[in-house]
């Protein structure tokens, strides 16, 4: 009965989004849903109205996410993941090592910000190619490149995770609470 | 057919009545009531021609003294005149004895209440009961000024108020007897006057400084849709600051002693008036006076600026964060807006101007803007405006549960549009485990010790099953109110356990009630008369909505279905005008079930308008 978060914006199920198209979607839809247009009506059109509103914001804030959309798509294609699998991927490994020290060193850094932008960049390169392969990936959408893309996704998530360490790192340097 | 019947004038209300609905800015220092005349929203002056409500109130023995009249009295009677009252809302005894910026009033905690009370002279009251005071006063102005009964109110707060702050407002005014529409931010409130007024769209920086709070919120304007993309801020930082760090220098600079209530008072008013003075002036000559003695000094521009600097650079702080949660940079922030009392300070429009790299806009007085944006959110709440805009608001703090070792697990980030629900499963840790303990978090930082404690409940009855068996679903909701309830359920048996999160230290339902019911002189007489009230103007309110409804949308439904709504609707009308609520209530209920379908078909419809009205090309 419930629509899947393509089907409410009307988009093509894949993984490359147009933005700004999906942001104005987005908007379109809740014009029309948002409680606030029904605080007049009765309880169960408001409660109605509520739900639509919070089934639009989760969908907008799945697909507008890299690591969310990605983990959407394999759900989607009913795409199995045993918890959280560890990488068999010894070369990841490594990277993720190797990030983590480049992490850890920026905090000791004489001048620390630039080393840390330095890293930040690198990490969003990285991320930006996966979600490059992410695209053809979920558009061949075979058990075999379904199987890749769940672990790039892995490794996506990864990423953008320490990424958000950098920011909070970087928060921490600035001085900003 | 029997649907043309139902719409015959005399017997439904009248159509597209205009109800009377205001906005409150319940501030630190004054609050204000506006609403919308004519068209056009504008703040309600009292019978002395004044705006602004000082937001003091004395107890006396024989009454309740509310505005300019109790902050006058503030320095002669300090421990029954409560001032800057919204700084102990939500807040617990701890936090603020552990916060020496608060006066010293004397509080204590009631056996089986958290919430502190103020001793006064009149008995205990609680910061719920105080900020009710002014609220009752802004209303009855309102009623007066507008001549009628007020159908509902928006009233603000800051952004960055966490949950229990804002539950407290809404105990608030539940107490003055105010129906809350909306609690809506008091900078979202700032943008939407700025931008109904001047039409301007793009990326508006609002800056908040008010008496005792600070917050910043980015706002994306783009036809009619108010977009709040980030918002940041402090609860405990704002014009009072300012004052405080005066008074310190004062004390210093004159040695004075400071134990008593009395004393300290008067240096607050000494600073708060020298810094007012330095709006316009280079310089200003403090004169404090104990006993017979009088002291002279000199405060300049320099020495103010100095003594500020460190709190300004604070808000320029959170500023940063603000735009980097929005992932914008100072170019490409169109407008800022400057509300608040405190943003007349100098040294704050330079700051923010140099920080931001353009002038910051201050067309609407800043003290009033925050109650005309809500006046206007209030006005389309209460269906006075059909095309009415939109505003879309975040949560300001992350929302999270504890788990092993005192760590925070976050369930809604910062920032996220609301309303919002967000499920996450948890499991046992122990074989045998029948109970699990759900504590509620709201704040950023990765340790239970360093976040704000919202609530504790216990989800029980799970069958034993080996540590790790269990699947319990812990779901977290957001209203437009930006307020939370939180539940849980255990999958494999679905025994569920839910709450309304009222935090720890808030007062309970059972109090607002008894409260409620001591306010009002005839008390039982009076809820008998306004619950039918209630009723009765609620079933107005659905019958006109359904009128509309199939006015416009009638096609959507088969003629045995429209038929099967409109008897219903007969029934509802006939007890409509009867003296009970409890069949008024039970009718509406039974109508509100006949048009559910009917709702859902509207609703699919336009959704459907709202998509199918974009084709790709529309796009840039």
């Given at each position: 009965m419930d629509k899947d978060y393509f089907q409410l914006f009307n988009l093509q199920v894949g993984y490359a989004i147009e933005m700004q198209q999906l942001k104005q979607l987005f908007r379109e839809l809740q014009k029309v849903v948002h409680p606030d247009h029904f605080s007049h009506t009765s309880e169960a059109q408001r409660r109605m109205a509520m739900q639509k509103a919070t089934q639009i914001n989760d969908a907008y804030q799945t697909l507008s996410d890299p690591v969310k959309r990605a983990y959407y798509l394999l759900s989607y294609y009913g795409v199995v993941r045993e918890g959280e699998r560890t990488h068999q991927d010894t070369q990841f490994l490594m990277e993720q090592m190797e990030l983590r020290e480049a992490l850890d060193a920026a905090r000791c850094a004489e001048d620390p910000?630039?080393?840390?932008?330095?890293?930040?960049?690198?990490v969003r390169e990285r991320m930006q190619y996966l979600m490059q392969g992410l695209e053809q990936l979920f558009t061949e959408h075979s058990v075999e490149s379904l199987q890749k893309a769940a672990d790039d996704s892995d490794k996506l998530r990864f990423l953008q995770r320490l990424d958000e360490e950098c920011q909070a790192l970087e928060d921490e340097l600035l001085g900003i609470i | 057919?029997?649907?043309?019947?139902?719409?015959?004038?005399?017997?439904?209300?009248?159509?597209?009545?205009?109800?009377?609905?205001i906005g409150i800015d319940l501030g630190t220092t004054n609050s204000l009531v506006a609403s919308v005349r004519s068209g056009k929203a504008e703040t309600l002056a009292d019978m002395h021609g004044q705006h602004l409500l000082p937001s003091v109130v004395r107890y006396t023995q024989e009454q309740c003294i509310v505005g300019q009249e109790a902050k006058q009295s503030a320095s002669i009677d300090p421990l029954n005149t409560i001032v800057s009252v919204k700084r102990y809302m939500g807040r617990s005894l701890e936090e603020i004895n552990n916060n020496s910026e608060y006066i010293s009033y004397k509080l204590y905690e009631k056996e089986n209440s958290n919430v502190p009370r103020f001793i006064t002279v009149t008995g205990d009251k609680?910061?719920?009961?105080?900020?009710?005071?002014?609220?009752?006063?802004?209303?009855q102005r309102a009623e007066s000024t507008l001549g009628g009964d007020i159908s509902g109110a928006v009233i603000t707060v800051p952004a960055y108020f966490d949950d229990a702050q804002r539950q407290a407002t809404k105990d608030a005014a539940a107490l003055a007897g105010l129906k809350v529409l909306r609690l809506l931010n008091e900078p979202t409130a700032a943008a939407l006057a700025y931008g109904l007024d001047t039409g301007d769209e793009g990326i508006q920086v609002i800056y908040d400084l008010g008496g005792g709070t600070f917050d910043v919120s980015i706002l994306h304007l783009h036809k009619g849709i108010f977009e709040v993309m980030s918002t940041a801020g402090n609860t405990a930082l704002g014009g009072d600051d300012f004052d405080q760090t005066i008074a310190m220098w004062l004390i210093e600079q004159l040695q004075i002693e400071t134990q008593d209530a009395g004393i300290q008072r008067q240096i607050m008013n000494l600073a708060c008036q020298a810094k007012q003075a330095l709006s316009n002036k280079d310089s200003t000559e403090i004169t404090f006076a104990l006993d017979d003695k009088e002291m002279s000094i000199c405060l300049t521009k320099e020495i103010f600026n100095t003594l500020i600097s460190p709190l300004v650079d604070k808000t320029l702080l959170a500023c940063r964060r603000a735009l980097r949660d929005a992932k914008l940079k100072v170019d490409d922030v169109d407008n800022i807006v400057?509300?608040?009392?405190?943003?007349?300070?100098?040294?704050?429009?330079?700051?923010?101007?140099?920080?931001?790299?353009?002038?910051?806009?201050?067309?609407?007085?800043?003290?009033?803007?925050?109650?005309?944006?809500?006046?206007?959110?209030?006005?389309?709440?209460?269906?006075?405006?059909?095309?009415?805009m939109l505003l879309l608001d975040v949560i300001p703090l992350?929302?999270?549960?504890?788990?092993?070792?005192?760590?925070?697990?976050?369930?809604?980030?910062?920032?996220?549009?609301?309303?919002?629900?967000?499920?996450?499963?948890?499991?046992?840790?122990?074989?045998?485990?029948?109970?699990?303990?759900?504590?509620?978090?709201?704040?950023?930082?990765?340790?239970?010790?360093?976040?704000?404690?919202?609530a504790r409940f216990e989800l029980r009855g799970i069958p034993p099953m080996t540590a790790g068996a269990a699947r319990i679903r812990v779901t977290f909701e957001v209203d437009t109110d930006g307020l939370l309830s939180v539940s849980a359920q255990e999958n494999t048996t679905g025994i569920s356990s839910c709450i309304q999160v009222k935090p720890s230290y808030g007062l309970s339902d059972n109090e607002i009630e008894t409260m409620l019911r001591d306010s009002m002189e005839h008390a039982q007489d009076?809820?008998?008369?306004?619950?039918?009230?209630?009723?009765?103007v609620e079933a107005d309110r659905v019958i006109e909505a359904l009128e509309m409804a199939l006015e416009e949308d009638g096609n959507l439904l088969s003629a045995k279905e429209k038929e099967e709504i409109s008897r219903v609707l007969i029934e509802l009308l006939a007890v409509k005008n009867d003296n009970e609520a409890e069949p008024i209530k039970y009718h509406i209920e039974k109508l509100d079930h006949a048009t559910q379908v009917f709702a859902q078909r509207r609703m699919d419809k336009s959704i459907n308008q709202a998509l199918s009205g974009h084709s790709v090309i529309d796009f840039e």
């Open positions: 910000l630039p080393v840390l932008q330095d890293l930040q960049t690198q | 057919m029997a649907l043309l019947q139902i719409s015959e004038p005399g017997m439904s209300s009248v159509p597209h009545q205009h109800r009377l609905a609680t910061a719920i009961e105080i900020s009710s005071e002014i609220l009752k006063v802004l209303k400057m509300v608040g009392g405190s943003t007349r300070v100098p040294l704050v429009r330079e700051k923010i101007a140099d920080f931001f790299n353009t002038q910051p806009l201050v067309d609407i007085d800043p003290d009033k803007v925050v109650a005309i944006g809500a006046a206007q959110q209030a006005d389309v709440l209460i269906g006075n405006q059909s095309d009415g992350s929302l999270g549960l504890e788990t092993m070792g005192g760590l925070v697990e976050k369930i809604i980030p910062r920032n996220t549009t609301i309303p919002v629900a967000k499920a996450q499963d948890f499991t046992t840790f122990k074989d045998g485990q029948t109970a699990l303990a759900v504590h509620v978090m709201q704040g950023e930082r990765e340790l239970v010790l360093d976040c704000r404690s919202l009076d809820i008998i008369a306004r619950k039918l009230r209630e009723q009765q």
